[in-house]
């Protein structure tokens, strides 16, 4: 049996200095429930902020309404408990914000920094090259003297200033918004609000200091610091971590068909993950309890062991 550690200490036991006021973060999609892909964001965010001694919080992006799966709020959070992690201050649904996410689109049209779009994915696609996340917008409808943003799609005006930051786990990233993405949604043609606009106005919101999330996010992170710069926000520490795919490449997803993350024995799914995160657990753990594995978890986390890939190929038998 692992000697019994009051999880309190843990900061002074790894001689690690608390990270004043460290906030982090897990925000999943209620898409479905979780599956062992959602699994490696929430693990890695929760022991960046749990051996910093900082705060985890929970928000649930729930904007995009029809892609939304009955229940699945509910079965995310009650999972997380299952397997142990419990998470500071209260829930956030971000489909109870949208008036705070159009006041902010309200100030940047003041600003003449949006603009809508009522180009069709046809006319799109006809009249752009491919960039980094898709096609590069070819600005069609930036100098529409009609500027009602209550028409089409909303897009933000980009410019060629290169945005630049440094990467916990990947390094130094840099990207020119204009050449490699073109003006991007803030706000769909449905009115749903886009993920680049919520979690920027909700990170800061919250307070978020530190962002753990999927590497197939870090591509979007330079749009997501060039609105913090426009709208006055602090910009978060990021780490990104390796995205579980399957043996065609795909990332694990619903739409993928991606098991669903099987909690009735959460000690094996967590050892699972931290594997798939490149630490060591020793073999003793598989028969320990889900406390057991957390106290080994907060003292012997090591970033630096994490594997400096995009994506890792899921292996079921190892989880």
Not at 99 to 120: A, H
Not at 162 to 189: A, K, M, P
Not at 286 to 303: D, H, Q, R, T, Y
Request: charged share 20%.
């Amino acid at each position: 049996m692992l000697n019994n550690i009051d999880l309190h200490l843990l900061p002074l036991i790894k001689n690690t200095p608390s990270v004043l006021g460290y906030r982090g973060r897990f925000a999943p999609s209620p898409t479905g429930v979780l599956h062992f892909g959602s699994l490696i964001a929430a693990v890695g965010s929760y022991l960046e902020a749990k051996s910093h001694g900082g705060e985890w919080l929970v928000r649930i992006e729930d904007l995009d309404k029809p892609r939304e799966v009955a229940a699945s709020s509910y079965k995310i959070l009650r999972s997380l408990e299952t397997l142990g992690m419990e998470w500071d201050h209260e829930v956030i649904y971000q489909d109870q914000r949208k008036d705070i996410y159009e006041d902010v689109l309200t100030m940047l049209n003041r600003r003449g920094l949006i603009y809508p779009c009522t180009c069709t994915r046809k006319e799109i696609s006809s009249s752009s090259i491919a960039g980094i996340s898709g096609q590069i917008y070819a600005g069609t409808c930036r100098n529409n003297v009609q500027n009602d943003d209550r028409l089409g799609a909303v897009r933000i005006k980009t410019n060629s200033n290169v945005i630049e930051f440094e990467d916990t786990l990947y390094g130094l990233i840099n990207q020119n918004l204009q050449n490699e993405i073109g003006d991007f949604v803030l706000r769909r043609s449905d009115k749903i609000y886009a993920y680049q606009l919520a979690v920027v106005v909700d990170d800061s919101e919250q307070g978020i200091t530190h962002v753990v999330r999927g590497a197939d996010l870090l591509d979007s992170t330079p749009r997501q610091i060039y609105l913090q710069k426009l709208l006055g926000y602090t910009t978060p520490t990021y780490m990104h971590l390796p995205v579980a795919v399957n043996s065609h490449g795909e990332k694990l997803s619903k739409q993928t068909k991606a098991a669903h993350l099987d909690v009735s024995n959460p000690v094996k799914q967590l050892i699972g993950a931290v594997n798939f995160l490149g630490q060591e657990p020793p073999t003793e753990l598989v028969g320990e309890s889900v406390m057991s594995f957390w106290k080994w978890a907060f003292i012997n986390w090591n970033p630096r062991k994490i594997h400096k890939k995009r994506t890792i190929k899921f292996q079921p038998n190892k989880v």
